[in-house]
């Protein structure tokens, strides 16, 4: 059967290519997604444990044309378009009250791919008079109503059991505190907490691997500034678009970039991974279309949601040494804002419109535009470099802060790369938010399949080369103890009730943390509750 259809898609590629030359530009687009998605269909049908309810009923007699275009509509849209944004859509929009209404299989993030398996045993177990049919969804309301009955008895024979268990938890990450303190205060007054240094926030971007998105909405899709259609269209992609995912937060959105576009993106509007790579494997980047602009990057409020990109951040040296006092400027005129200062001497480098009347410059952390008059530059400059030392020079003072700059991203490139401790923290809590929804299991240590609150932290700073004691007791006092109003993102914040440590949660940012909260609502953002005691600090700059 698979030989068949891989054949069958390879004529349908040789007739596309054909066609390509004579027909229309959007019959050879239709042409090759459909081949696409033939073969991905053909070789997900061999792994799946239950045949497919209508490839098999077509004959190898109809012609070419027909069986790739007929019989693979509805399995690849399902798979790798409609179905994986379907699952992760719900469970971060909902608030974690409403949690518990739905199962935690159901909820899980698409990225936890190793759960599908778990899943489809759990559902064939409720359901074993129908082993012939796709297990991960239902096929009828009555089957819907079957199955939510089923779990609402499984809920409420296991909920007592769940919370003892919860509560086991808490007293075996917890016991030696209990014997040694009867308050939060007492707890409190034997801890090293200590207020951090300042952490700079990190302007400079950092290469990324590309991870491809292709337009699959004949009507194309739109890139808005925030999680929002009703937010501002920042640019916009066409049928077959190409764009880069460089954020997937499982919420039913995704953070891409696409020329000098970057923006949020509905995610049931594109296909992504395999398809993605194989589309642009078929027919060629120079056939994908790059997004429209239509808000200037520096106006756009979500071009540096992320500090990651597809593009190549590190410029080549171009040094030009300041002759007299010069201002840099946030814009190509005299009366604009002066972000930076250098004096006679000061060093700087030249990273676009070399040639041009007003150059753009870093210079430490001051970036802008200078006049070129201003500058000594070429061979001049490399000698006043090489005969003084490059590190002995002085560099521009800052006038106004990168993250105030709005000429701070008329480039990406730097001279200088991104400090690699802000990027981990971003890494880690974008890594930590891909699991929302998925179960808490008191003693586990899966991030997919389930985990405690401490197995859930110290399983995903494993993933970063971090290792960690197993219990939230012992976390505690792991790394600089802060206090909490000084918690950074991917720092933990810990909890405590008469005395003793009995949770454990990480800081995502703006108030809000990512933590394995209890069996009943599973892993789930919140805000940080008043039984917060201090943080730790794990990594360091």
Known sequence: MRRKKLLTAALCTVTALAAGTVGSRFDYTDMTIETVNTVLAAESEEQSVA??????????????????????????????????????TEP??????????????????????????????????????????TSTEPDSESERGTEKETEKETEKTTEKEKEKETKKETEKESESERSGYGSNAALIAHQNIVVPPDISIEFRFTQVEKRYAVVSSREGASVYESKSEEARCVGELEYYGICYILADDGDGWYYI?????????????????????????????????????????TENEAYSYTHTTVQNVIAEKKYAVASGNTQIHEQKKDDSRVTGEMSDGDLCYILADDGEEWVFVESGNARGFVRRSSLKTGQTAAAVVSAKGENNMSLADVMIEPKDNKACYYTLTSVKAASQ?????????????????????????????????SGFVQSVYANFGYSLPRVAEAQAGYGMQIPISAAEPGDL???????YVYHVSMYIGNGQVVQAANSRVGIITSGISGDAVWATRIISD
């Open 51 to 88: 045949p497919a309810s209508e490839t098999p009923t077509e004959k190898p007699t109809e012609k070419p044309t027909e069986a790739p275009t007929e019989a693979p509509t509805e399995a690849p849209t399902e798979k790798p378009t409609e179905a994986p944004t379907e699952a992760p």
């Open 92 to 133: 971060p929009t909902e608030k974690p009250t409403e949690a518990p209404t739905e199962p935690p299989t159901e909820t899980k993030p698409e990225e936890a791919g190793g759960n599908r398996e778990s899943e489809n045993q759990q559902t064939e177990t409720q359901q074993p008079e129908t082993p012939g049919e």
């Open 257 to 297: 970039e696409s020329g000098n576009v970057r923006g949020f993106i509905k995610s049931e509007d594109t296909v992504k991974d395999e398809v993605a790579d194989r589309i642009v494997k078929i027919k060629g980047m120079d056939e994908l279309p790059s997004a429209r602009l239509l808000v200037a990057r």
């Open 421 to 453: 401790s802000a990027l981990t923290r971003q890494a880690i809590v974008n890594f930590a938010l891909r699991f929302v929804g998925n179960p808490y299991v008191w003693g586990g240590t899966s991030l997919t399949n389930g985990a405690d609150c």
């Open 493 to 499: 914040i810990f909890y405590a009730r008469n005395g």
